[in-house]
């Protein structure tokens, strides 16, 4: 979300969790987070407020939520495993949702070891060995059989990210069975929310 207007038509159409996005090393959808603050708190309190964050120190990740007040964390790129217990015991009551970048069959392990330290997962399609680390919003698909493993091998929700949009939700809800979708670029265009859009994903996703 890039505003508070954007949240509203969200909302309206029935999405369940909005996602704001902090300082990345790219990809789209950044915003500061004082921003980040006002939609938070702008949002009603069934609706979680993701915050999307690729810091891996638990102390400066832990200062970003207590800046924002976001119900829940997305931790885009790798996180120490004892880090998940830092943040429980700083954070009580603030969900930790990890993010796994399905590069192969090695997410699989990757995810399964993630899995028992938060309360969700959520599958995209970045790369974060480049040297330019993509964390998301890149538009692509990954191997959606890599995704149905996770999500069978797991015992937390999973969330499917990555390349979705109206012509393909379906599809991929039906491959992987996920608790939720995750979509930023198949619902914006020229960087906006694009409403027609959005009433089209979130119709195919129900459907």
Request: aromatic share 4%.
């Amino acid at each position: 979300m890039q505003s508070i207007e954007e949240a509203k038509l969200a909302i309206r159409y029935g999405a369940s969790a909005l996602g704001l996005v902090s300082e990345m090393p790219s990809g789209p959808g950044p915003i500061p987070e004082d921003r980040i603050a006002e939609i938070a708190s702008a949002v009603p309190r069934n609706i979680e407020t993701f915050l999307l964050t690729s810091k891996q120190d638990p102390d400066a990740v832990i200062a970003q939520q207590r800046r924002t007040n976001a119900t829940t964390l997305q931790l885009v790129d790798a996180f120490p495993i004892k880090g998940y217990e830092i943040l429980r015991k700083s954070l009580p009551g603030i969900r930790i949702v990890q993010v796994i970048h399905v590069t192969g069959g090695e997410s699989v392990k990757e995810a399964m070891v993630a899995a028992k330290h938060v309360n969700a997962l959520l599958l995209d399609s970045g790369n974060p060995s480049l040297p330019r680390k993509e964390l998301g919003g890149t538009g692509r698909t990954h191997d959606w059989s890599i995704s149905s493993q996770i999500r069978e091998a797991v015992d937390v929700p999973v969330y499917l990210a990555g390349g979705l949009k109206a012509e393909n939700v379906r599809q991929a809800i039906e491959a992987v069975s996920p608790f939720g979708v995750d979509v930023c670029s198949g619902v914006r265009t020229n960087g906006l929310l694009d409403e027609l859009k959005l009433k089209a994903f979130i119709e195919a996703a129900i459907s």
